[in-house]
């Protein structure tokens, strides 16, 4: 580090030497301890002190600064934070919000927000049916995942979805917010045919997954799409208490035969020790097999009675 260097005056010919210290012989007038140091007046800019008091206080005052202009700032950025939210909201109610004012369609639709343990359940009504959005969370290949999920009033079918995303590669797994993409899970039911909650599966075109629902995977985006996938089972589990408030409602809609008989009791009623085994068939084999009354499924349950 250079120190900062002194004025040396000589007091006979009055020649400056700027240094660390004086010469012992004046150049210009050849006399020996003659040089005098001059003190300046005031601060010295060219201290070592005078350069970190100086830093400092300009660290001080841009802190300052830009604590103000944040605080100045923060209502327009929570503004512009709940617009998003909202317009992401509507992409899942499939609202085309092009021509329109985006904040003053979502508060037409959305009338209700539900807190379910800190997760929040967006009520919409689109044309007279009530509708559920719910937040997602998760992590994709390079960074966090998210998106908003819409249920009919069943709290069963998907209505519509979107997606959104941190970092995912371009072209393949940020292809997740595509049209292509998120029309696939339209008309999808998150509940099996005995009306668990079993999620929507996301898999490669060919694989089956046993006992749910499914939508193919975008080609080279494998890590993604199972982060999809992950996160829409993991937070539907943290949705539970909503979903399985009136459960029996599920359970109705699929369509019940009970030893080669039509059941339009409850399930609960029959006694698990009575069942020999049970039968669910998926919507398109359901109707082919026993008609439009089984479109949304059908359980089959055979008796150890009806056995013997």
């Not at 934070?81 to 992401?88: E, G, I, M, V």
């Not at 969370?137 to 079918?157: F, M, S, V």
């Not at 089972?233 to 208490?241: F, G, P, S, V």
Request: some cysteine; charged content about 20%; hydrophobic content about 40%.
């Amino acid at each position: 580090m250079n120190m900062a260097q002194k004025k040396f005056v000589c007091s006979v010919c009055g020649y400056v030497h700027n240094g660390d210290k004086a010469p012992e012989v004046c150049p210009v007038c050849k006399q020996s301890g003659v040089f005098v140091e001059e003190k300046k007046k005031g601060l010295d800019t060219n201290s070592n002190v005078y350069t970190i008091v100086y830093a400092s206080i300009i660290v001080v005052i841009v802190a300052v600064l830009l604590a103000l202009v944040s605080q100045v700032l923060s209502p327009r950025q929570e503004a512009n934070r709940l617009l998003d939210q909202q317009k992401q909201i509507l992409v899942a109610l499939n609202q085309n919000y092009d021509n329109t004012d985006p904040a003053a369609l979502y508060l037409s639709l959305v009338n209700d927000t539900i807190d379910v343990n800190g997760a929040p359940v967006f009520v919409a009504n689109i044309e007279g049916n009530t509708k559920y959005v719910l937040k997602l969370h998760g992590a994709g290949l390079w960074g966090g995942i998210g998106g908003y999920l819409a249920l009919d009033a069943d709290k069963n079918t998907i209505y519509g979805v979107n997606f959104n995303h941190e970092s995912e590669t371009p072209g393949l797994g940020a292809e997740i917010v595509t049209e292509k993409f998120r029309t696939q899970f339209f008309g999808k039911h998150i509940r099996n045919a005995a009306g668990e909650v079993v999620s929507v599966a996301v898999l490669k075109a060919g694989k089956m997954a046993e006992g749910q629902e499914q939508v193919d995977a975008l080609s080279g985006a494998t890590i993604t799409c199972d982060g999809v996938s992950t996160m829409i089972a993991t937070n539907l589990a943290e949705y539970a208490e909503f979903l399985n408030e009136d459960s029996n409602v599920y359970v109705k809609t699929a369509f019940v035969l009970l030893d080669g008989e039509v059941y339009e009791g409850e399930l609960e009623a029959i006694d698990p020790a009575t069942i020999e085994h049970i039968t669910v068939l998926k919507d398109s084999i359901a109707v082919a097999t026993y008609g439009e009354a089984a479109k949304d499924g059908a359980i089959v349950i055979t008796t150890k009675k009806s056995e013997e």
